[in-house]
């Protein structure tokens, strides 16, 4: 081999090195970015539950004040008889844990299922102090021994006082922590597919509920979860991603192995370092290919996180906020009654209840939405199906609407002749009941809504028809979207309406659409395929 030649090798060598000491280097940076990306995923996700945990919590303090924190409501004196009988009354058959009431030396003075305690004992729980005395407001306990069961248990206390607004102790609810406790579960079933653990952790560290229910009331202890900073952090081999949940004094903890946690980001690279090592030319285009797959991949996996992040945060913020409203009114109207019964005549009490019932319509109405949204989006959704004249469907629910609203006509256009469909008729008045809802809800109170029945080639058309603010053209589609709440800024609900009457309609093999948009009013319209009537059964 001449020195021309020699060369000519040791320069291809070069070329061959530097191509792929710049093709791994490449990979590594693409490989931290990847890492970063889901790093900055996984603390989004966890920040929005700690949001909605947080939200929970504010609505649940609220409720509690409304039906125990009155001022005047409790005596708060060793056994008295009428907060015996309260406590009496509020506490739950199945329940595990019961509820004390403390003057404000810690003594208790009243309690169901005390066990490892007594009225007249002094209850040094860690917390107490800040729900005792001027200016205390409702506070979640650290983890410790209940008083009312041998469990671990969470303490919600909330500050009391006389009519006078003078303090005079707390009312303190004991809830055990178990594996088996509705918010435990609830907690369970964050637990993603990819492994790791959520955990929501006190204001001393210890776990109150937990994906992994061994890690109940233990303190949790990884090198990642960094002295509780909220944030995301490595340590020791590990990964935590930390958020705050003010409301509570808590924290929403996710752990898990950094290798598990970098999984497929990170074991490409060793894959393209061996073939590089083998055939530097060939491998080092066959990491880019697969790289660029690999990006591609993981930039639709985060675009999809974060839809399902806002969505997941944008219901959380719609029903918390709905819920509070007829939660609190239920409870006040109801404890008013209560409170007030002997010096009630029964105008005022039949009026009370009515409100209470009405709020109850109310959650029933937005519980309803939701667990139908679910049911719907499963696909699992059962369908009664029979031959129906359309006619008396819409008949039907038009007189439903004018007796939830006898100020608002409903004026129904039907043909003279029997319109026959086949559909569950639970769920096809459920659709005419949400788009009459809507009508009524986005358009000016008396206005009139219309509801026209007609009959085009082989399908029925049903329209309603408002004379609210009307739909832009460019929201045509978008109004049956989940939670979009209508045309008003103060319309209530949870924007779930729409969508159901779509799922439900599509479901049947009809369609549903906009009619016009862009015009005065809103004509929302939707067709079902005609059926065959049923022949009469003719006599032997």
Excluded: C
């Excluded at 040791?10 to 791994?24: D, K």
């Excluded at 015996?84 to 009354?89: I, S």
């Excluded at 407001?137 to 008083?147: F, N, Q, S």
């Amino acid at each position: 081999m001449n020195r021309r030649d020699r060369l000519i090798g040791a320069v291809a060598v070069a070329v061959i090195v530097v191509l792929a000491g710049l093709v791994v280097l490449e990979l590594q940076r693409a490989r931290d970015a990847g890492v970063d990306a889901r790093e900055e995923l996984r603390l989004e996700q966890v920040q929005t539950l700690a949001r909605g945990m947080d939200a929970r919590v504010e609505a649940a303090y609220t409720a509690m004040i409304g039906a125990f924190g009155q001022p005047g409501s409790w005596k708060v004196t060793p056994g008295d008889a009428g907060d015996t009988a309260r406590l009496e009354q509020q506490q739950q058959p199945t329940a595990r844990a019961g509820m004390v009431l403390i003057d404000l030396g810690k003594r208790i003075v009243n309690g169901t299922l005390l066990e490892r305690a007594a009225v007249g004992d002094r209850l040094d729980r860690p917390g107490l102090d800040a729900v005792l005395g001027e200016g205390a407001r409702p506070a979640i306990l650290p983890v410790a021994p209940g008083v009312t069961t041998s469990l671990l248990t969470l303490g919600i206390a909330v500050p009391l006082a006389d009519a006078t607004g003078r303090p005079i102790g707390a009312f303190l609810f004991e809830s055990d922590i178990a594996a088996d406790s509705a918010f435990n579960q609830e907690v369970e079933g964050l637990e993603p597919s990819g492994g790791g653990t959520f955990s929501f952790v006190d204001q001393v560290g210890v776990v109150v509920a937990s994906s992994d229910p061994a890690l109940l009331g233990t303190r949790l202890t990884s090198p990642a979860y960094d002295e509780g900073r909220a944030g995301f952090h490595r340590a020791g081999g590990a990964v935590a991603a930390v958020a705050e949940v003010p409301a509570a004094d808590w924290q929403l903890v996710f752990l898990q192995e950094a290798s598990a946690f970098d999984g497929n980001i990170v074991r490409p690279l060793r894959s393209a370092v061996a073939l590089i090592a083998a055939a530097a030319a060939i491998g080092a285009a066959l990491s880019v290919i697969a790289l660029i797959r690999r990006l591609a991949a993981a930039g639709e996996e985060q675009r999809r996180l974060r839809r399902i992040s806002e969505e997941q945060e944008e219901f959380t913020s719609i029903v918390s906020h709905e819920l509070r409203t007829p939660v609190t009114g239920l409870l006040g109207f109801l404890q008013t009654v209560l409170d007030h019964w002997p010096t009630m005549g029964d105008d005022e009490r039949r009026a009370a209840v009515e409100r209470a019932a009405a709020n109850a319509a109310r959650l029933h109405a937005l519980t309803r939405d939701v667990l139908d949204t679910a049911l719907v989006d499963s696909a699992e959704a059962p369908y009664q199906i029979e031959v129906l004249d359309l006619r008396g469907e819409v008949e039907g629910a038009a007189v439903a609407a004018r007796d939830a609203d006898p100020d608002r006509p409903v004026e129904v256009n039907v043909p003279a002749r029997t319109v026959p469909v086949s559909a569950d008729e639970s769920r096809l008045r459920q659709v005419l009941t949400n788009l009459l809802d809507n009508a009524v809800k986005n358009s000016p109170p008396r206005s009139p809504v219309r509801v026209q029945v007609r009959v085009n080639g082989d399908e029925a058309i049903v329209a309603v028809a408002d004379e609210g603010p009307g739909i832009a053209a460019d929201q045509a589609e978008r109004v049956f979207d989940r939670f979009v709440r209508g045309r008003a800024t103060a319309t209530r609900g949870t924007g779930l309406g729409l969508y159901i009457a779509r799922r439900i309609v599509e479901a049947h093999g009809g369609r549903i659409w906009v009619d016009d948009p862009g015009a005065p009013g809103a004509t929302i319209a939707f067709s079902l395929p005609l059926a065959q009537e049923p022949t009469p059964a003719t006599a032997p």
